[in-house]
């Protein structure tokens, strides 16, 4: 069972276009951080979410975090070929855990 | 070093071998986990180290599976009997405890690709 759903799980988008990735669950979690993993690496942290409602921007990124703490997104506008690779989010269950529980990624292609 | 460092970068073996995979974290960070890929999805929560104890170690698939961590800082993680199943990548990060309220940044290396034929 995944604890945390990512859809879609791939995209594949022409350079320019939006984009909006969800990760979603049936759990409350204290934080969400997304990450981005490139091919032979490991991923790097983009975000952290805490607060319900939060929403961060990070140039053309917007992170979101759901009122209920369940669910967050990534919205990319005018996507570019250097945002492709593999989007993880990943949640902690309790406040300051330092286990992180992965979904299962979305593998985003951008075209040129 | 810089960042967290892991070896080998890639190994074949074959079914029924032990392997062992090197962590070495970055400089004083207390925390240690490692995590397994397959196949460019998700990552596998597997063990967390918080100094040398591991309070979690609740992702081990099975008992052919363990990890140490000596001295605060370099960790081991060895497969025994290697299953053709095993084959992934396995992926190890460190992080600062940053204190009540908050989980840290992961950071993490390259990844050990594991191939067992």
């Known amino acids: 069972t995944q604890l945390l759903e990512q859809s879609p799980q791939f995209l594949s988008i022409q350079e320019g276009e939006n984009l909006t990735v969800y990760c979603n669950s049936s759990?409350?979690?204290?934080?969400l951080q997304w990450y981005r993993q490139e091919p032979g690496e490991g991923p790097v942290l983009l975000v952290t979410v805490v607060t319900g409602g939060e929403v961060k921007k990070l140039k053309r990124l917007t992170f979101q975090f759901g009122d209920a703490r369940k669910d967050s997104s990534l919205h990319i506008t005018a996507a570019q070929p250097g945002d492709t690779g593999l989007y993880l989010c990943a949640g902690a269950r309790i406040q300051g855990a330092q286990k992180l529980v992965f979904g299962q990624g979305t593998r985003l292609t951008i075209n040129p | 070093g810089a960042g967290v460092s892991q070896s080998p970068s890639n190994k074949v073996t074959e079914k029924g071998k032990d392997v062992e995979l090197r962590c070495d974290p970055i400089?004083?960070?207390?925390?240690l986990y490692w995590y397994r890929q397959s196949l460019g999805q998700g990552l596998e929560f597997l063990i967390y180290?918080?100094?040398?104890?591991?309070?979690?170690k609740s992702g081990l698939p099975s008992d052919r599976f363990s990890a140490e961590r000596t001295g605060g800082s370099v960790s081991t993680l060895t497969i025994q009997r290697t299953q053709q199943e095993d084959s992934a990548v396995y992926l190890c990060a460190s992080s600062l405890i940053v204190g009540r309220g908050a989980t840290g940044e992961l950071f993490f290396g390259e990844g050990s690709r594991l191939t067992v034929l």
């Open positions: 400089s004083g960070h207390t925390a």
């Open positions: 180290f918080q100094g040398n104890s591991a309070p979690d």
């Open positions: 759990s409350v979690f204290s934080s």
